[in-house]
């Protein structure tokens, strides 16, 4: 049974936090994130999936990470990303961006 870009939209919006560094939020830099950014972006050219649903798809997400569960340096409990919601907003889009352009490319 194939999969369809539904059933692949919400594979990426499940494992897409494993594409971030946990605390540092950086993009596919260690290699297991790295390795879980690759497979997506594989997902996401084998079912032809636009960049706009990829970003419709994730954005929740991580906008959820990081207003519940972030956890930064040396913290033992998870938190807010940020002081505001306007870090938290441009930070959420800059990570949106950044997936999305590359499973895109």
Do not use: Q
């Amino acid at each position: 049974m194939s999969a369809s870009k539904s059933d692949a939209l919400r594979e990426i919006a499940k494992r897409i936090c494993g594409c971030y560094g946990s605390v540092d939020l950086n993009f596919a830099l260690h290699p297991s994130d790295e390795a879980t950014a690759k497979s997506l972006k594989n997902l996401a050219k084998e079912m032809s999936l636009t960049a706009a649903k990829i970003e419709y798809s994730i954005k929740t997400v991580i906008k959820n990470w990081l207003e519940t569960k972030y956890y930064g340096f040396g913290d033992n409990k998870p938190r807010s990303y940020g002081n505001d919601e306007a870090t938290r907003t441009a930070k959420v889009f800059s990570m949106v961006s950044e997936a999305t352009r590359y499973f895109t490319t």
